[in-house]
């Protein structure tokens, strides 16, 4: 069996995943919490039996933590725990852009839906709204965007007159008063940032494009955006596992 994880601003998934690729279990931690004392906690359910273990694969974007679950888990497993972009993936993927300015979890989302016939754009609503392109078995780069959530938090933080707020679909353009106004400025305003960028890669590249959609606001969105959409949760950890597989 191996572990593999991905390591975000906000929050870290990790998988306990069966030799044939079965997704066993899984668990979701915010990224600030994370220590010895608190995965010693939360690792108890994912497995027993750490000498089980044989391959441990992360994706991170946070140096730091992916360093603390490094060590943790060499500890706890006697196996080395690799980072997705310490690896050779040109047997999986041709990344047509600086190797070392893209995330790893963006390469992983490509890598996992790359084939020779189709392709992708990958919208992920994480810390930031991100939009990878692949094409066939090309990664061509992407556009980075504000997050939803740290947007609507920040414009909380910052303005005195405006309340934390829950974001939710809205029928109506025009609120009436501040909460239904914000809402509709957040959930109009991303559709028509999101619909508006996926027109100018189709334009750009004068291809037709899958549109993939993940992360935690993928439910809110998917039903509004004039691109017909497929939502992937799980685009990450099948990408790991793909990976998994060049690691002997």
Same mark, same amino acid.
């Given at each position: 069996?191996?572990?593999?994880?991905?390591?975000?601003?906000?929050?870290?998934?990790?998988?306990l995943?069966?030799?044939?690729?079965?997704?066993?279990?899984?668990?979701?931690?915010?990224?600030?919490n994370?220590?010895?004392?608190?995965?010693?906690?939360?690792?108890?359910?994912?497995?027993?039996?750490?000498?089980?273990?044989?391959?441990?694969?992360?994706?991170?974007?946070?140096?730091?933590?992916?360093k603390?679950?490094?060590?943790?888990?060499?500890?706890?497993?006697?196996?080395?725990?690799?980072?997705?972009?310490?690896?050779?993936?040109?047997?999986?993927?041709?990344?047509?852009?600086?190797?070392?300015?893209?995330?790893?979890?963006?390469?992983?989302?490509?890598?996992?839906l790359?084939?020779?016939?189709?392709?992708?754009?990958?919208?992920?609503?994480?810390?930031?709204?991100?939009?990878?392109?692949?094409?066939?078995?090309?990664?061509? =780069?992407?556009?980075?965007?504000?997050?939803?959530?740290?947007?609507?938090?920040?414009?909380?933080?910052?303005?005195?007159?405006?309340?934390?707020?829950?974001l939710?679909?809205?029928?109506?353009?025009? =609120?009436?008063?501040?909460?239904?106004?914000?809402?509709? =400025?957040?959930?109009?305003?991303?559709?028509?940032?999101?619909?508006?960028i996926?027109?100018?890669?189709?334009?750009?590249?004068?291809?037709?494009?899958?549109?993939?959609?993940?992360?935690?606001?993928?439910?809110?969105?998917?039903?509004?955006?004039?691109?017909?959409?497929?939502?992937?949760?799980?685009?990450?950890?099948? =990408?790991?596992?793909?990976?998994?597989?060049?690691?002997?």
């Amino acid at each position: 069996m191996y572990i593999l994880g991905d390591i975000g601003n906000s929050d870290t998934k990790i998988f306990l995943v069966n030799k044939n690729d079965v997704i066993l279990k899984r668990i979701n931690l915010p990224s600030k919490n994370i220590n010895n004392q608190y995965l010693d906690k939360k690792i108890k359910y994912l497995i027993n039996d750490m000498k089980k273990i044989n391959k441990i694969l992360f994706c991170s974007v946070v140096p730091k933590s992916f360093k603390l679950i490094k060590n943790y888990f060499l500890k706890k497993t006697k196996t080395k725990c690799l980072e997705v972009k310490n690896l050779d993936l040109k047997s999986l993927i041709k990344i047509k852009v600086n190797y070392k300015q893209v995330g790893s979890d963006r390469l992983v989302n490509a890598i996992s839906l790359q084939n020779n016939k189709h392709n992708f754009i990958i919208l992920d609503f994480g810390t930031a709204t991100t939009f990878d392109v692949v094409i066939k078995k090309d990664y061509r =780069g992407g556009i980075i965007a504000p997050g939803v959530k740290i947007s609507l938090d920040t414009l909380s933080d910052k303005a005195s007159l405006i309340p934390k707020i829950n974001l939710k679909s809205t029928k109506n353009i025009v =609120g009436n008063n501040t909460i239904s106004a914000v809402r509709s =400025g957040f959930f109009w305003g991303y559709i028509g940032l999101i619909d508006n960028i996926i027109n100018l890669i189709k334009k750009d590249f004068r291809k037709s494009f899958k549109l993939v959609i993940t992360g935690g606001y993928s439910d809110l969105f998917r039903k509004s955006l004039k691109t017909r959409v497929i939502q992937n949760r799980d685009i990450t950890v099948k =990408g790991l596992i793909k990976i998994a597989k060049l690691i002997k």
